[in-house]
Each structure stands twice: as C-alpha cells, then as structure tokens.
C-alpha cells in the first residue's frame, strides 16, 4: 500500500473516531454538576427565566434528540452556538486553535531541542558522571505538576527573579509569539524531556553497538559524524514513538497551561467551557482535539516512512 492510499484510509478511520467521541462527550458533558441556565442568570435564575432557556437550547428534550439534533448540525459543519457567549462555537474554535497549534508545535521542538543532545551525550558517555546527572534530574521533571512549574517559572524568569518574559499573554507577530510563549511551552516541555531521553538514550545504547557503526568507526569517521549521521539517524524512531504516544498528554497538559499563562487558546476555552457547562463549547472543543490527536499520529506515521525507507506500508 502506497503512502497516498494509506493517509486515506487513517483519515476515514476519523470517521468512527469522531463519532465515538461525540457519543463520550455528549454524555460526559451532561453528567456535569449544574445546569447551565443557571450559570448564565445567575441570581435572576427564576424557574420561569430557567425553563425558558431550557426551551430555547433545546435542553428541555430528552437525551436521544439532544443527541440526534447535535450530529444534524455537525453533519452540515455546525458546531453549535455557545450558551454562554452566544456565538458559533466554529468561529471560537478557528480564532483561537492557532494559539494551541502554536504552544504544541513550540513545546515539541523545546522539548526536542533538550532531549536530543542529553540523550546523545548520555549514551556516547553511558555510565559516567554525565550519564548519571543526565538519566537522574529530568526525571524530577515528572514528579512535578504542570501548573506548578509554570507558576515557578512565571515567578523565576518573569515576575521577581529575573524579568526576562511576559506573565503571560500571547504576543503580536512571529517575533512576539516566541518571546510571550516561551516560558508556557518551555513548561509543556519540561514534563515530556524524561520520557524522550530515557527513550532515545535506550535506543542509542544498542545502535551504538551494531555492526555498521564499529565500522564507521574503523574506516577513521569523526566521532561527532558517527554519532549523527550513523547512530542518531538510526535511533530516533522511538523516541518519535513515544513522542506520538504521549501526544494527548501533551494536549491536556496545554488546558491547565493555557489558563496559568493567560493564553486565548482552546484549552483555556474548554476550561471555561466546563466550569460554566457550556455544552456546546465543551463537545465543539473535545471534537477538534480528537481530530488533530488523530492527524498529528498520521504525521508521526508518515515521519517513520521519511526516516527510514524500509517502512512499508502494507
């Protein structure tokens, strides 16, 4: 099978995918505490008001027509209004996704740019004093909640310490994205580093010991050459596994993030979504994150195929 003929069938399976996740979270949604008419009158939440507004979203039907009338709009690319704001979820959905494909592309390429090189040294300097520190304190990185490293950030190079970033904030232009969101995907990236070295550093151990490299480094081939072009070629595909793998980690990780740093992504919009059971932002929000979960593990694949021709897929 082609790679054309294989994007094509994993993009049909989204199909059942997405079905399978409108089904999850219209019935998580709705398991939430609270009623949002509630939420949104407040303290002029007569039943009156309340029933009204059941009656004008729909609420006041059963389940199964909720449901029935929710894969009507989505089939026709309607992903409903918001209770709360009274506009289209979609158009919330397309001016605030950038900011969350911002975070996750730099998040990936910080945490690349951190794993790569240790994990290198480690296995070129296996059970020395480098290995040692290398393999020991990123691991502290996973111990230590999201949230919490980025207030400690915020607090060291931003707020009192040094103040070298924004708080928080999303920035203008190519330029100030960088800067404003380096602090929230450096925090992303903190809790994904371990996994990549532990990953990438097992796998060098073993390329380092194959047949080829002895010979490469026989023929005379720098040592720095041997490493990048022989060995790391050859052993990073399971690092970009596990990178794949922890992909949804590192979505979730962007909801609490997105809310410490103050971004308008659509993390911090199915926050919002849920504390004010805003149905229809909450389902429109899980529904994209399953769709790109979903097409960045397409990516991953196609990645493999670049990496190394022997992959087939068949």
Do not use: C
């Not at 289209?88 to 990936?108: A, D, F, G, K, Q």
Request: charged share 15%.
């Amino acid at each position: 099978m082609d790679r054309l003929a294989y994007v094509l069938r994993r993009l049909a399976q989204l199909v059942p995918v997405a079905v399978g996740v409108t089904i999850l979270t219209f019935l998580l949604v709705h398991l939430i505490p609270g009623d949002p008419a509630v939420s949104v009158l407040g303290n002029r939440a007569t039943p009156q008001l309340v029933a009204q507004l059941h009656k004008e979203w729909g609420l006041d039907r059963s389940l199964p027509e909720q449901y029935w009338l929710y894969l009507g709009r989505l089939a026709h690319g309607d992903l409903g209004d918001s209770l709360l704001y009274r506009v289209p979820v979609r158009e919330m959905v397309v001016e605030r996704t950038p900011v969350t494909l911002w975070l996750l592309v730099y998040s990936t390429v910080l945490a690349m740019l951190i794993a790569v090189p240790l994990a290198t040294l480690a296995a070129h300097r296996k059970d020395g004093p480098v290995d040692q520190v290398v393999r020991a304190v990123p691991i502290v990185g996973l111990g230590m909640p999201a949230f919490w490293v980025g207030i400690m950030l915020i607090l060291l190079l931003a707020a009192q310490v040094w103040k070298v970033f924004p708080v928080g904030g999303y920035g203008d232009g190519v330029g100030g994205h960088l800067v404003s969101m380096f602090l929230p995907a450096l925090t992303v990236a903190i809790g994904t580093v371990p996994l990549l070295i532990r990953s990438l550093r097992a796998s060098l151990l073993g390329v380092l010991e194959s047949d080829y490299v002895t010979t490469a480094r026989a023929k005379g081939l720098p040592e720095r050459r041997v490493l990048v072009r022989h060995a790391l070629r050859n052993g990073i595909m399971p690092m970009i596994t596990v990178l794949g793998i922890n992909l949804g980690f590192l979505i979730v990780n962007t909801v609490v993030i997105e809310k410490v740093f103050a971004l308008p992504g659509v993390g911090a919009m199915i926050y919002d979504g849920i504390s004010q059971r805003d149905f229809a932002v909450v389902q429109g929000v899980t529904l994209v994150l399953a769709a790109l979960v979903v097409f960045v593990n397409i990516v991953i694949d196609i990645t493999y195929s670049l990496l190394d021709p022997r992959v087939r897929y068949d």
